[in-house]
């Protein structure tokens, strides 16, 4: 019997499209587009304050010519800066606390237990992802200066900041405390640990990740709020957001230190945010997967 051969080759694999990195030039321009209008207003300022009022009139896009360190120099011995830093970074760091402390405390059980209402529960804190700080603020005034007295003072701005950060500590929480083995629960409940033995030894150390990330967002959120403070602050408990209006109005023909001031008040913030952003990224990934 008489094989039949073929002189056809081996099939030919599908030809790809050359990309660069796992995007196309349209993407890379568009990131360049988004970088730029990103980064652009914060090297202006920063630069901006490295030159004199006479070389921003003379040409506002240009680079320092010469380099001017007085500007930078002047706010960092102003005693009032170093007042706002200090207020700002003490509402900042127990709103980061409390938000934590309480949306974990807040998360655990809807991720671990089961009771009749836990989703609809759950869907409260989301809801409160869309309930925007301005819509309440009046109400919010007239909560903490009468009926709880506190008024100009640092828990009165930490404290409605805290409520704020909650729905968004408790929707990224929530899967990290699901994604927990119940078998470790088990077992050092076996062992005579108690709910809260549990919570405190096993829970809070497996959802470091997500404590960092709503710890980040929560302390930059703080650090940048400018209504709450401008309604609830005054004269020496301002916080710097309202320091830089200060500055700016006080000095406003100084464009050059308003800029340097500018600049040094988010410098905080941003240093947290680029030595954390490993974090941040690992600890949204997380929320999402679980």
């Known amino acids: 019997m008489a094989t039949v051969t073929t002189s056809a080759g081996p099939a030919r694999a599908p030809r790809r499209s050359r990309t660069f990195g796992g995007g196309g030039p349209l993407v890379y321009g568009l990131a360049a587009v988004v970088v730029a209008l990103t980064l652009g207003p914060v090297l202006y300022g920063a630069l901006g304050g490295f030159r004199t009022n006479e070389q921003l009139a003379r040409d506002p896009a240009g680079l320092p010519d010469p380099w001017v360190f007085s500007n ?15 207020n700002s970074t003490v509402v900042a760091v127990v709103t980061t606390v409390v938000a934590v402390l309480f949306g974990v405390m807040a998360a655990y059980p809807l991720a671990r237990y089961q009771f009749r209402l836990r989703e609809p529960l759950f869907l409260v804190f989301v809801l409160g992802l869309l309930f925007p700080a301005a819509v309440a603020i009046i109400p919010l005034f007239i909560l903490v200066t009468r009926d709880l007295g506190l008024g100009n003072t640092w828990w009165g701005v930490a404290l409605p900041q805290a409520a704020f950060a909650l729905p968004m500590t408790v929707v990224i929480l929530r899967p990290f405390l699901m994604a927990i083995p119940r078998e470790l629960e088990e077992a050092a409940l076996i062992d005579g640990a108690s709910r809260v033995g549990v919570f405190w030894r096993i829970a809070l150390p497996l959802s470091a990740p997500g404590m960092i ?5 929560a302390f930059v959120a703080s650090w940048n709020a400018y209504l709450l403070p401008l309604l609830l602050l005054r004269d020496e408990m301002r916080t710097l957001p309202l320091g830089v209006a200060d500055y700016s109005t006080e000095h406003s023909a100084d464009t050059a230190g308003v800029l340097a001031f500018t600049t040094i008040a988010m410098i905080p913030a941003l240093v947290l945010f680029l030595a954390l952003q490993k974090r941040i990224v690992s600890g949204l990934q997380g929320a999402v997967k679980g």
């Not at 990330?213 to 967002?217: A, D």
Request: a neutral charge; glycine letters at 10%; hydrophobic letters at 50%.
């Open 72 to 86: 930078y120099q002047g706010v960092l011995t102003n005693d009032a800066f170093w007042r706002y830093a200090v």
């Open 213 to 217: 990330t709503v710890g980040v967002l």
